[in-house]
């Protein structure tokens, strides 16, 4: 018989008394890929901040997001979606890493990553820093050839370097084209914003990125966002990595980097459900750092945005299947 992960029913057990913290109550599996294919989510962390250059402490970003997301119910009414329904999910635990040593532990996470990939799996990854992704794109990419990036974010992350090093949080989506790894031409970066070095102007859009900064993207329809995506993308497998600093700090304090003027929860939320049916291979939510929060409204934040790209996950599935039926 096919087993179908679901959350802890918080109908007959309170959600504070529901045991060890997962990600939305979700029964903790230590190894999906070995579970023969009964798994299409596995919600995984990765505590690290050792690549950051202003604010450390998004290593105890996971744990937060999952604290916070116990609140998380099934059914999203805005979307029409039931994820634990749709989808089959597990709390993975956390991979690998050697703190102090970026590299290293970039080279073991796209490592542990790179079989969930290859079974079909859809990891769901909780940050930790930004630099994580590059690890993310690697391994993926791996499997599935050049993949394209939706990426909403305050800052475009293509710097050459930081203090003469190649790997840091606002480095990796240079090194991914620099390595190949992503199609800038199918990529998009949304929401960046703030002061910069005059040298960093246009980094992105000489990439090949479609770069949508914050002042253009807010004066745009989420739909029509949407349809930007979807046309930039096209039949690419997707990485959309989310960093929480892309809402304003007033929405979202506890982050390393943040940057005023921004976006609100809201608005966040309305850009999410215009993505549409990708064909999604991961995601990410990253720089969620609870030192600086106040009554987690960060670590809350971020676990709806993780809740609404799994309803996006849900819908591809969804209208996946019917095309199968249809056929």
Not at 9 to 24: E, L, N, V, Y
């Amino acid at each position: 018989m096919s087993r179908h992960y679901r959350p802890r029913d918080s109908m007959t057990k309170p959600r504070i008394a529901s045991g060890p913290r997962t990600f939305m109550r979700l029964p903790w599996v230590d190894d999906p890929v070995a579970d023969e294919g009964r798994v299409d989510v596995a919600v995984i962390g990765v505590p690290t901040d050792s690549a950051v250059s202003y604010r450390s402490g998004a290593r105890f970003g996971p744990e937060a997001i999952r604290s916070a997301s116990i609140l998380l119910r099934d059914h999203n009414p805005a979307t029409g979606v039931d994820v634990t329904r749709e989808l089959s999910m597990v709390d993975a635990g956390d991979a690998p890493v050697v703190p102090g040593y970026h590299e290293l532990t970039l080279s073991r996470l796209e490592e542990f990553l790179t079989p969930y990939y290859r079974a079909g799996i859809v990891p769901l990854v909780l940050g930790g820093d930004h630099s994580l992704t590059i690890a993310e794109m690697r391994a993926m990419a791996a499997v599935h050839g050049q993949i394209a990036v939706v990426h909403f974010d305050a800052h475009g992350d293509v710097l050459d370097d930081y203090y003469g090093v190649k790997h840091f949080h606002g480095t990796m989506f240079r090194r991914a084209v620099e390595e190949g790894v992503v199609d800038p031409s199918f990529s998009i970066q949304l929401g960046m914003r703030g002061s910069v070095h005059p040298d960093d102007v246009g980094s992105g859009e000489a990439l090949g990125y479609d770069v949508v900064p914050w002042p253009e993207l807010a004066s745009t329809a989420p739909e029509e966002v949407g349809r930007r995506i979807a046309a930039r993308v096209r039949d690419r497998k997707v990485l959309v990595s989310f960093d929480i600093d892309f809402l304003d700090p007033a929405y979202a304090p506890g982050t390393g980097t943040p940057e005023v003027g921004g976006p609100s929860s809201y608005q966040a939320l309305q850009l999410l459900r215009a993505l549409g049916p990708l064909d999604y291979a991961g995601f990410d939510i990253v720089e969620v750092a609870p030192a600086y929060d106040h009554a987690d409204i960060t670590s809350h934040a971020a676990s709806v945005i993780a809740f609404e790209l799994l309803g996006q996950l849900a819908l591809r599935r969804r209208a996946t299947a019917a095309e199968g039926l249809s056929i």
